[in-house]
């Protein structure tokens, strides 16, 4: 197809801690998810796959989880049963799209999201979400160790330190061989 996305069917949106809890810090988030929506419905119409991770713990998980882990303590504000770690409703997943709960930072390693990709056939990454400095670098990468080919876009993450953010899409992430791009520019190239 292109550089950005040369296989549509190997390649995977992966959205990533939009939760209520986490989305209600963007200080517009109508604006951000919006543009994510965008993109969503684009990479769907290309017939790219869609997945959803989003961090919350079980009480029995948050127990477990050692007082040295920045985790620790986390279980009320991450509990899987709260509105907070709940997907925003606004960017809700359909039917059959990928869904993940994780209990740490990235979204590979305390889920099966490697095992679903595989079985899709994907090879391809592109990600999205909240924050910069978080999800979105754990991901990256976890996901060069394992060997995606990845795209990040730049204005579907975000982080609340803007420098955090600039350098990462900047100068971190292209020299480990991600690809960083637009969302304007990751639907064009799936046009």
Not at 77 to 92: C, E, F, V
Not at 153 to 161: F, P, Q
């Amino acid at each position: 197809m292109n550089d950005l996305v040369p296989n549509p069917a190997g390649t995977a949106l992966l959205l990533m801690d939009l939760q209520e809890g986490i989305v209600g810090r963007h200080p517009d988030a109508d604006s951000f998810l919006a543009g994510l929506l965008r993109a969503r419905e684009a990479a769907r119409a290309a017939g790219l796959t869609v997945g959803y991770v989003r961090v919350a713990l079980t009480a029995e998980e948050a127990e477990r989880i050692p007082a040295t882990s920045r985790f620790a303590g986390a279980g009320a504000r991450l509990d899987a049963d709260s509105p907070a770690t709940q997907i925003d409703a606004r960017i809700a997943p359909a039917e059959g799209e990928i869904v993940v709960r994780k209990k740490r930072v990235g979204a590979f390693s305390t889920t099966d999201l490697g095992e679903q990709l595989d079985a899709r056939g994907v090879d391809t990454l592109v990600l999205a979400g909240l924050v910069t400095s978080g999800v979105v670098l754990s991901t990256v990468r976890d996901a060069a160790d394992r060997d995606y080919r990845l795209v990040v876009l730049e204005d579907g993450c975000w982080d609340s330190d803007p420098e955090v953010h600039r350098v990462l899409t900047e100068k971190v992430f292209a020299r480990g061989g991600v690809t960083v791009t637009s969302i304007d520019d990751f639907i064009a190239s799936l046009a």
